[in-house]
């Protein structure tokens, strides 16, 4: 299988199933075909049917493949465990019935570390009693995906959340086994952290199974660094661009997946407003020509 490039509804707005923000899921199925992907995500379960025959009558319909889900739920609150557990449990009965492969597994934005999204220097970190209770809830989930339902499951850091920046990445990959957990890595939310997303692709493609391209304007980035600004209100000021318009260095990204020999999916989030000021139609298309532009 070559590298194929697909897309989520998180790029239409969709971040949580409940939102009455959303837009129709039939029309996020639509226009993520009508923009030149032959995939998509779950998005937040719920937020398309849990029917199994509707849902598949439906990606026939538009042609598409389902190619994994994420449970962006808070890992790191023990009293929302069962919010977690019921999440990801959803998550995989639904990729497994339309034969997705990927468990994309994310701390939900924490009250605690949200002021200090791109901070690192700042963050609040975990005692070692919280820290290795978190670390063994994602590792409960991860096996769960893993072993139960035979799913590549991977770990995403994401702005906002005690799993955020490079180091807490990478201390967590030396806690969980390899052989249940690899990394779905995102290029936009370690730029936000204020890492390098293309040097921690260099020291670790070995374990990265799947990849979110997300590009970032390093302007909205800088200001909304400086300012605390919440990570929704980011995204509607435009915090994650068009891709190839910001700091991610994306010719450099596809040069390492081709070095590694990199097969399957990457996924386009380029997450916004559900009632934003662009199109999400126009800049999926604009997304999809050019990661083509640039050979993918």
């Avoid at 070692?128 to 209770?133: D, K, L, S």
């Avoid at 990849?211 to 200001?223: R, S």
Wanted: hydrophobic share 40%; glycine share 10%.
């Amino acid at each position: 299988m070559a590298i194929e490039i697909g897309n989520a509804p998180c790029s239409w707005g969709v971040e949580f199933a409940d939102d009455p923000r959303n837009p129709p899921w039939r029309r996020v199925l639509a226009e993520c075909k009508e923009a030149g992907f032959n995939g998509i995500e779950l998005g937040p379960v719920g937020f398309m049917p849990e029917d199994p025959a509707e849902l598949g009558e439906a990606l026939d319909e538009f042609q598409l493949t389902l190619i994994g889900g994420v449970v962006f739920r808070p890992f790191h609150d023990p009293a929302k465990w069962d919010d977690v557990l019921d999440g990801a449990v959803r998550t995989c009965k639904a990729l497994v019935a339309h034969g997705a492969r990927h468990l994309v597994l994310i701390d939900a934005i924490s009250a605690r570390r949200a002021p200090t999204a791109g901070r690192p220097g700042e963050a609040e970190q975990m005692d070692p009693a919280e820290w290795a209770a978190f670390v063994d809830r994602f590792q409960t989930i991860a096996r769960m995906g893993a072993e139960e339902y035979g799913l590549t499951v991977g770990i995403h850091a994401h702005a906002a959340g005690f799993m955020d920046f490079e180091p807490e990445l990478e201390r967590l990959l030396g806690e969980i086994d390899e052989g249940i957990l690899k990394i779905c890595f995102d290029t936009g939310h370690h730029s936000y952290a204020g890492y390098d997303p293309v040097a921690f692709m260099q020291r670790h493609m070995g374990r990265i199974s799947y990849m979110h391209f997300k590009d970032i304007d390093p302007k909205v980035k800088a200001w909304a660094v400086e300012n605390r600004i919440g990570f929704y209100d980011a995204c509607a000021e435009g915090i994650f661009c068009k891709l190839g318009l910001g700091d991610v260095d994306f010719p450099s990204v596809r040069q390492i997946l081709l070095d590694h020999g990199f097969e399957g999916w990457c996924t386009v989030e380029q997450d916004c407003d559900p009632q934003g000021r662009t199109s999400p139609l126009e800049d999926n298309s604009h997304n999809g020509k050019y990661l083509k532009s640039i050979g993918f």
